[in-house]
């Protein structure tokens, strides 16, 4: 708003600290190409044998970054088709379907949804030893559709909330079931909302990285977030460009897709999302 | 059970299935595992019943008497007729018969002796040095360095020795292998000095991070309201991107910051200062980044939840005191920050219980270091369970940790619940009345 005040100096207090993180992007896109000057940060020269993770055989005990990117995709994209069907459903009948216990329900999901679930990761990785999933890509999918699902609910639910009763009152009366009703006339209402949970879900699936990194610490289901880590923690004398590369690899998906879907995204970042 | 209820049950079943195996079963097994002793070394599953010389050293003195001991160490073998038919069905008829005719209800002290006899026979010497050793075992007699799957199988193997039945019990249960239940792990977690510092540092950590993040992500909402629409939506990228980035990526940018041979250490050298990597060199660094790196991603949360509450405030008042002459300053404190309450009581209040239980970014950029410095509560319960140098990882213990955090849990929950505004989020079905 126009107003009497100077900009100036809330500009200059904001550029100052919002300079290490624009540092550490500048230099996150800068080194994935060039060559420092040896002993320093400062870029020399232009090269792209810093990408050459992504066609050089991987080294022995590593595997190959297009088998991690592929399991990665797999774990995000299954994790958010569950988490969004089940929503869909499950949100639909706390939303709008009369049947006993709903309040206990109701309660429930909101105890769940601020419930920090990263505590019961310890009882969760012996569960799965118990079911013989550990250290497999199904496991992890099951435990990341169960931990994002009160999450999605709650999204859905009140995307629900604000489709006008007179749509399903109208079918009601010409004579279409509760399910047609649902079907037919109320998916369409929420599609933004179905639509912005499915992109979330496989954002969230993409950066996970503690549930990965418990349940499933094998070669096999390794995905690019423990990718990366452990890239990092094996090296005894770090390469920062090469780091830099493979997470750049690992974010570009997270902020093309970030720019496509801005908007719908902002739904859900601004509904209270979890801390 | 009418169609609408079975139609409403059924629209949930789903989501109930996954609840309850990967909600309900977790809070109750963490309970249990808690009073258990579980770790790698017992493993997970019922344990086997085993003796041998190591574990009978083990022993207290007087658990056990010593005549047990002796009998249990000197047992040795004895040629009867369960071992005879055995190496009539493995070896030969012929052979039981002879060792039978010589040896007969003889016993031998060690295995040498036994294979010695087995060797001497006259018409069906065994040759092989392995089959000897094979044929020797069926006359062995004593427990020791055999497994046994269930206590009944063990029992039963006691009761073939000359072991007084009074150490039968003692034995049983120090040749357990597997788990048992023990409330050691809670009297543990209240007696370890670390315990209390792993307390004091989460203290220190949720108390700072959260005002960084509140008090920043109120700077950042109010500063960049005042700024012509372009420059705001630019710095709102910026501060976003934290949010937004893998966790992986966004500490490993850090890292490099703080590398000693990264920016700072660079920028630190111009001025003579020896390169140092600046996250780990001390404590007090590690603190402070610890906080700058959670902080700045719960900042970009609350710059999310300000800037739209904000912007929901009528203009008109904002105008009002523009025409009165008010400062900024005094708009921010008697419009903005009054309007702000709720978003800053809900953000206070969730990102506490979030800060208390999370532990991924600490993980990523000190791991509990240097030393334990910035180990907090829901790190050491990973650390002890999941994922430490010794190889020894302690389930029970960390499970132990694990739940003081889901007690606290659930008791927040549970008023998140109170002062949510449930009468309305229950208002009934209005088809269906």
């Known amino acids: 708003m126009k107003s009497n005040f100077k900009s100036w100096p809330v500009i200059v207090v904001l550029t100052l600290v919002s300079l290490p993180l624009l540092i550490m992007f500048t230099f996150q896109l800068v080194d994935t190409f060039t060559n420092p000057i040896p002993g320093s940060i400062w870029p020399e020269s232009f090269t792209v044998e810093h990408w050459r993770f992504l066609w050089e055989e991987p080294e022995l005990g590593r595997s190959s970054i297009w088998v991690v990117t592929w399991n990665t995709f797999v774990f995000a ?9 089940i929503s869909l459903t499950a949100a639909y009948a706390l939303s709008r379907l009369n049947f006993p ?11 769940l949804h601020a419930f920090p679930t990263i505590t019961l990761i310890i009882a969760i990785f012996l569960i799965l030893q118990f079911l013989g999933l550990y250290n497999s890509l199904i496991g992890v999918i099951l435990v990341k559709s169960a931990l994002e699902l009160p999450f999605g609910i709650w999204i859905m639910k009140g995307f629900y909330d604000t489709v006008p009763w007179e749509i399903e009152m109208a079918g009601v009366q010409d004579g279409a079931s509760r399910f047609t009703v649902w079907w037919k006339l109320v998916l369409p209402q929420v599609q933004p909302g179905l639509s912005a949970l499915l992109i979330f879900s496989f954002l969230s699936g993409w950066s996970e990285f503690v549930l990965p990194l418990v349940l499933a610490p094998g070669n096999e289901a390794q995905v690019l977030s423990t990718y990366l880590s452990a890239l990092i923690l094996d090296d005894t004398k770090p390469d920062f460009n090469l780091f830099k590369s493979v997470g750049m690899f690992y974010a570009i998906p997270v902020i093309a897709i970030y720019l496509i879907f801005q908007k719908k995204l902002m739904n859900i970042y601004g509904g209270g999302s979890k801390g | 059970m009418n169609r609408r209820t079975a139609l409403g049950f059924g629209f949930l079943a789903p989501a109930l ?20 002793n579980m770790s790698t070394s017992t493993g997970i599953r019922g344990g086997e019943y085993l003796l041998n010389q190591s574990i009978l050293r083990s022993i207290p003195e007087d658990a056990i008497s010593t005549e047990t001991r002796n009998t249990l160490e000197n047992a040795g073998y004895q040629v009867n007729d369960q071992g005879l038919a055995k190496l009539a069905e493995t070896v030969s008829p012929a052979t039981a018969d002879e060792l039978r005719s010589l040896h007969g209800g003889a016993r031998f002290d060690s295995r040498r002796d036994m294979e010695r006899a087995l ?23 004593s427990i020791l360095n055999t497994r046994y799957n269930t ?12 072991v007084p039945v009074g150490d039968h019990d003692a034995l049983t249960s120090f040749a357990y292998t597997g788990w048992s239940w023990t409330t050691e792990n809670m009297k543990l977690l209240f007696s370890l000095d670390s315990s209390y510092r792993y307390a004091a540092n989460t203290a ?15 700077f950042l909402a109010i500063s960049t309201f005042y700024l012509p629409p372009v420059l705001a939506s630019t710095f709102r990228t910026i501060w976003f991107l934290p949010r ?18 990264g920016f700072l250490a660079t920028m630190t050298g111009y001025l003579g200062i020896a390169p140092r990597n600046w996250m780990l060199d001390t404590a007090t660094n590690a603190w402070v980044f610890v906080v700058l790196i959670n902080g700045c991603v719960g900042a970009s949360l609350g710059m999310i939840l300000f800037s739209s509450a904000i912007k929901a405030i009528p203009t008109s008042m904002l105008y009002a005191s523009e025409v009165d002459g008010a400062s900024r300053w005094q708009q921010v404190r008697y419009i903005i920050l009054p309007q702000l309450r709720w978003p800053i009581l809900f953000t206070t209040s969730y990102q506490t219980l979030s800060l208390l239980t999370s532990f991924e970014y600490i993980l990523l950029s000190t791991e509990g270091g240097p030393g334990r410095a910035t180990e907090v509560w829901a790190l050491a319960a990973y650390h002890t369970a999941l994922s430490n140098y010794g190889g020894n990882l302690q389930y029970g213990l960390g499970a132990a ?3 003081i955090l889901v007690v606290i849990g659930i008791i927040a929950s549970l008023l998140y619940l109170r002062f949510f505004n449930f009468k309305e989020l229950v208002s009934k079905p209005r088809i269906e009345q």
């Not at chain 2, 060797?119 to 075992?137: M, V």
């Not at chain 2, 992986?248 to 590398?259: A, I, R």
């Open chain 2, 244 to 261: 937004i980035l893998p966790p992986v990526l966004y500490v490993l940018m850090w890292k490099w910051f703080t590398w000693d041979t």
């Open chain 2, 119 to 141: 060797k001497d026979l006259r018409e069906n010497r065994i040759r092989s040095t392995r089959d000897r050793k094979a044929a020797a075992d069926l006359f062995n007699t």
């Open chain 2, 401 to 403: 940790y694990a739940l």
């Open chain 2, 204 to 218: 220190l950590y949720v108390a700072l991070t959260l005002a960084f993040n509140v008090g920043f992500g109120l």
């Open chain 1, 101 to 111: 216990a709903r309040r206990f329900f109701l309660g429930g999901l909101i105890i």
């Open chain 2, 151 to 162: 206590e009944d199988a063990f029992r039963a193997a006691l009761a073939g020795t000359n």
């Open chain 1, 77 to 85: 994209a299954t994790t958010a088709v569950a988490v969004t069907t």
């Open chain 2, 17 to 36: 299935l996954v609840v309850i195996l990967f909600f309900l079963a977790p809070v109750v097994l963490t309970v249990f595992f808690a009073f258990t």
